[in-house]
């Protein structure tokens, strides 16, 4: 997984096993990164929304450079929203540390299990190339 040059809205490394988690905006799309347990590589990601309406198809997104918005048939009709205050976001982990989670106004939102490259959304209709929808069994068993 490459390095990322969007623009973080939150950021925080976990004290126990040196994983640091990322919100970054990406232009078209926000997401969720995680690093490895020394936090110098990205090692999974999390698509948690769109800024922009869903697209019909990649074509205008091909060569950006930044990994693309999801498409309408993978996002939900909620998926488009604008960039939240950093009040309104922050960052949980799991009790072990390896695994983190976004909460918007206190309700998570997306999460990234480390064991597994793509992330679970909120914002996701069917697993594609942007990750898996929101699963709570998943969620549940990881952060409560």
């Known amino acids: 997984m490459s390095e990322t040059r969007a623009i973080p809205l939150a950021s925080d490394r976990n004290p126990v096993t040196g994983r640091q988690a990322m919100v970054c ?3 078209e799309s926000v ?3 995680l690093t490895d347990v020394d936090g110098r590589e990205l090692i999974a990601d999390c698509w ?3 800024t922009i309406s869903a697209p019909d198809n990649l074509s205008g ?7 693309s918005p999801a498409i309408a048939r993978f996002a939900a009709a909620d998926a488009r929203r604008g960039l939240p205050a950093a009040s309104e976001m922050s960052i949980a982990w799991s ?3 390896h695994d983190a989670c976004v909460l918007m106004a206190g309700v ?3 999460f990234i299990d480390s ?6 959304s909120r914002h996701l209709l069917a697993e594609g190339p942007w990750g898996q929808p929101f699963d709570e ?5 990881l952060f409560e």
């Not at 064991?115 to 679970?120: A, N, P």
């Open 115 to 120: 064991r597994h490259r793509r992330g679970f």
């Open 95 to 97: 009790p072990d540390g």
């Open 61 to 67: 997104f091909a060569n950006s450079g930044r990994p």
């Open 137 to 141: 069994p998943t969620y549940k068993a």
């Open 48 to 50: 948690l929304f769109n």
């Open 31 to 33: 997401w969720l990164y």
């Open 108 to 110: 998570p939102i997306g």
């Open 25 to 27: 905006d990406e232009t």
